[in-house]
């Protein structure tokens, strides 16, 4: 079974703060992703990875770096967060093509108060 | 993504077939029919896939029109923890990201 995890369920940060969310999966996967979810909005693809060291910018990159540094784990950043980065972050990985199905952690919970 | 049109909602007794429908008329020839459900405040889950033929696993059944343009969903029996918002999508052949749609709110009922 493929797994991908979160660092964590819910976070609450202050506006401002630089905030990092971490995701591992456990699948030898070479492409992960991480999304934003927000009511009305669907899925938005923030960054995406397919190789060590390797990203590219998805729908809505402004305010988010990432980081992959290795194979397994790839880090979404927040440099400075602001109250309109509440959201769902979502991480998903995937084996190189021509398979396309990408497997998605739980879900980490952002609150920027 | 290929566009897909599904209904907003729909409901199922426990117990009974839930069928779940779909349309992408726009389809290619090499693409892929992805399933996937979000139950409440969790990650989206991968159901199963197709191209042509139909599909079967220990989730769901895919059945997929001969001329491509529909695919049904099928969970058997459903379940109380089946109630979710279940997406049908058409990747690009090609591209990295998932699209995905509203979806079809099914609540099953006890």
């Known amino acids: 079974d493929v797994k991908v995890t979160q660092s964590s369920r819910y976070l609450v940060k202050r506006t401002g703060e630089k905030v990092f969310l971490e995701c591992v999966q456990d699948?030898?996967?070479?492409?992960m992703f991480w999304y934003r979810q927000d009511p009305g909005l669907g899925l938005r693809l923030i960054y995406f990875s397919y190789d060590v060291k390797m990203k590219e910018k998805g729908d809505i990159p402004e305010g988010y770096s990432v980081s992959r540094e290795k194979k397994e784990r790839f880090s979404l950043i927040l440099e400075s967060a602001s109250t309109n980065q509440t959201s769902m972050y979502l991480c998903a990985s995937r084996p190189h093509q021509p398979q396309e199905t990408q497997y998605f952690g739980p879900g980490t919970r952002l609150l920027v108060l | 993504d290929a566009k897909t049109t599904q209904p907003p909602s729909m409901d199922c007794a426990e117990g009974r077939a839930a069928n779940l429908p779909c349309n992408h008329s726009t389809i290619s020839g090499n693409e892929y029919v992805y399933w996937y459900r979000q139950i409440h405040s969790q990650g989206p889950q991968y159901i199963i896939h197709?191209?042509?033929n139909n599909e079967t696993n220990e989730m769901a059944s895919l059945i997929i029109t001969e001329d491509r343009k529909s695919s049904t969903l099928i969970l058997p029996h459903a379940t109380l923890r089946d109630t979710a918002v279940y997406y049908c999508i058409v990747p690009t052949k090609g591209s990295y990201q998932l699209t995905f749609g509203k979806g079809t709110k099914l609540s099953v009922i006890p």
């Open positions: 699948m030898d996967h070479e492409n």
């Open positions: 197709g191209l042509k």
